[in-house]
T-cell receptor, first 111, second 114 residues
Framework: GQNIDQPTEMTATEGAIVQINCTYQTSGFNGLFWYQQHAGEAPTFLSYNVLDGLEEKGRFSSFLSRSKGYSYLLLKELQMKDSASYLCAGTNSNSGYALNFGKGTSLLVTP | DTGVSQDPRHKITKRGQNVTFRCDPISEHNRLYWYRQTLGQGPEFLTYFQNEAQLEKSRLLSDRFSAERPKGSFSTLEIQRTEQGDSAMYLC????????????FGAGTRLSVL
């Protein structure tokens, strides 16, 4: 595995900004994904980072630092529908094309 | 554009029975993956196919589990002699196998072993 570590739960207010952090072991690192998963539904792809820096896509942005083994997902202008689990997943040259997921961060957006 | 579809969505079985799940990937996706997810956890990789070839299997995939993708399109996952510990959501994903190799997931089959 890649020892993906992310907080278990977070709470934020509608309209606010929230940052969900993820750390991983850097050995063999080959790319990092973020997925969103609503309860009982399929994980849906949000972002992919393989190079250092920030990738912006609408209200969602993802950042990667390869040297620090660190990524974050930034959600702006939070909406109630953003309440979901956010999964950080790494790919590793030692494990082929499998995604190694963290346990997920359950985000609750409150009014 | 149809996404990844899985059948059935729910399966309840008694311990010791065999079950089979089906996954239809996005058309033209040559890679297909199976994952298992339990409550409060992220998905755990089980196995993946490139076309009809099964190229990688996790140590989680005991000898009671077998997966096939006979024509490089749909795939089946069979669990023999089910145990209560097999209760989980079984997710299928597919990818084009190029560029970012983004994996797109189906809604899963929820298995309950009584």
């Amino acid at each position: 595995g890649q020892n993906i570590d992310q907080p278990t739960e977070m709470t934020a207010t509608e309209g606010a900004i929230v940052q969900i952090n993820c750390t991983y072991q850097t050995s063999g690192f080959n790319g990092l994904f973020w997925y969103q998963q609503h309860a009982g539904e399929a994980p849906t792809f949000l972002s992919y980072n393989v190079l250092d820096g920030l990738e912006e896509k609408g209200r969602f942005s993802s950042f990667l630092s390869r040297s620090k083994g660190y990524s974050y997902l930034l959600l702006k202008e939070l909406q109630m529908k953003d309440s979901a689990s956010y999964l950080c997943a790494g790919t590793n040259s030692n494990s082929g094309y499998a995604l190694n997921f963290g346990k997920g961060t359950s985000l609750l957006v409150t009014p | 554009d149809t996404g990844v579809s899985q059948d059935p969505r729910h399966k309840i079985t008694k311990r010791g029975q065999n079950v089979t799940f089906r996954c239809d990937p996005i058309s033209e996706h040559n890679r297909l993956y199976w994952y298992r997810q339990t409550l409060g956890q992220g998905p755990e990789f089980l196995t993946y196919f490139q076309n009809e070839a099964q190229l990688e299997k996790s140590r989680l995939l005991s000898d009671r589990f077998s997966a096939e993708r006979p024509k490089g399109s749909f795939s089946t996952l069979e669990i023999q002699r089910t145990e209560q510990g097999d209760s989980a959501m079984y997710l299928c994903a597919s990818s084009l196998g190029q560029g970012k190799n983004i994996q797109y997931f189906g809604a899963g089959t929820r298995l309950s072993v009584l």
